[in-house]
């Protein structure tokens, strides 16, 4: 029990030390599957699974995960944008956006790489689990912090968040978007937080709202907690909109 408040109390304290001392207290967060490739990747695992004489199974997930990695490029892309316009913004340094993502493959590492490109500072949070994922490589050149304990890590995923795009994913990214949902929906984030989900047809055929409105489980206000984006410049201009007019951002 004790070992396990330590690890916990450390999941706390350190990343508040790193995040004071890289001076982050603006974040755009990116959640999404760790499992999406990028688009030549998969394009060639396609091309090798219709050379091989396989099972069908085989082919029509390789098909799957080509059209799936459309996402990384989104992910990529739009990282890349929001840098570039945080880069712009009137601000001191200690308030510029970073982009952080939970540090690992797929969207993740998109993400993170669009950041960089942009010349940003990458952040990310990974997770000690069994089946243990590498972080991204481009956390090499940014900021990385390795958590023990799933809610220590959401917490500070969003705890300097002042906007949210979430990517399709699995179960992992159905955790992080619910909880955030919650969340605001009962009033215990400090404000309303910008939320996209990227991909209206993956999210629409992956979790029925409006089923759940006429249910009456949820209600039809809850679903203005968050927008649809199909584009990266859907995306863009949600999230850039609202934070200039929520927090009276202006250009230089």
Request: aromatic share 14%; with cysteine.
């Amino acid at each position: 029990m004790s070992e396990r408040l330590m690890r916990i109390q450390r999941d706390l304290l350190m990343p508040a030390f790193i995040f004071e001392q890289e001076k982050i207290q603006n974040t755009i967060t990116f959640f999404g599957a760790s499992r999406i490739k990028p688009e030549d990747v998969a394009r060639k695992e396609l091309a090798a699974a219709k050379k091989r004489s396989g099972s069908k199974e085989g082919l029509e997930a390789a098909k799957m995960a080509c059209e799936m990695s459309k996402y990384y490029t989104a992910a990529e892309e739009l990282a890349r944008r929001l840098q570039e316009w945080s880069n712009c913004l009137d601000l001191p340094e200690d308030e510029k956006f970073y982009i952080m993502t939970g540090g690992g493959p797929g969207i993740m590492e998109a993400a993170n790489k669009g950041a960089y490109k942009a010349g940003g500072t990458p952040v990310g949070a990974t997770i000690v689990i069994p089946d243990e994922q590498k972080r991204n490589k481009y956390l090499d050149r940014g900021v990385w912090i390795n958590f023990n304990y799933f809610l220590m890590r959401k917490f500070w995923l969003l705890f300097f968040a002042k906007a949210l795009v979430v990517f399709p994913g699995g179960t992992g990214t159905f955790d992080e978007f619910f909880e955030v949902f919650t969340l605001m929906k009962t009033r215990k984030t400090h404000s309303y937080i910008p939320t996209v989900l990227f991909g209206k047809k993956f999210w629409e055929n992956a979790v029925d709202f409006d089923w759940l409105v006429k249910t009456d489980v949820i209600t039809k206000s809850d679903l203005g907690f968050f927008e649809y984006a199909e584009t990266v410049e859907e995306a863009y201009n949600i999230i850039t909109s609202k934070l200039e007019k929520m927090m009276n951002l202006r250009k230089v």
